[in-house]
C-alpha cells in the first residue's frame, strides 16, 4: 500500500538528511551508476561506512541495485532525484 504524499516525503527527506547521503547523491547524479568502491572514495569515506549509508537509502526506495559480476552497482532509483539535490544546493547557497 503507498504511502500519503507528506509521509513519503518525509521518509525521503529522512533518507538524505545526512551529508555523507547527500555526498552520494551528488556522486551518483554527476557519475552516474557506481559501485560501493567508487562511490566511498567520490565520498571520502570507508566502504563499509558508503555501505550502511547506500543500504538506508535502497531501503527508502531513493536508489536501486543490480550485481554485475562480484560488484553491486547503485544507481538513483529516480532521475528528478538529480533535481532535488541541485534545488537543495541552490537553497544551500542562498543563505
Known sequence: MPLP???RMAEIAQALCDPTR???VR???KKGPQHVGALAKAV???PAH???HLRLML???LLSARRDAR???YSL???DLADLLKRLEEIAAAG
Open 5 to 7: 504524499p507528506l509521509k
Open 22 to 24: 547527500l555526498a552520494l
Open 27 to 29: 556522486s551518483l547524479a
Open 44 to 46: 571520502n569515506s570507508r
Open 50 to 52: 558508503a555501505c550502511h
Open 59 to 61: 531501503r527508502a526506495r
Open 71 to 73: 560488484y553491486v552497482i
Open 77 to 79: 532509483a529516480h532521475p
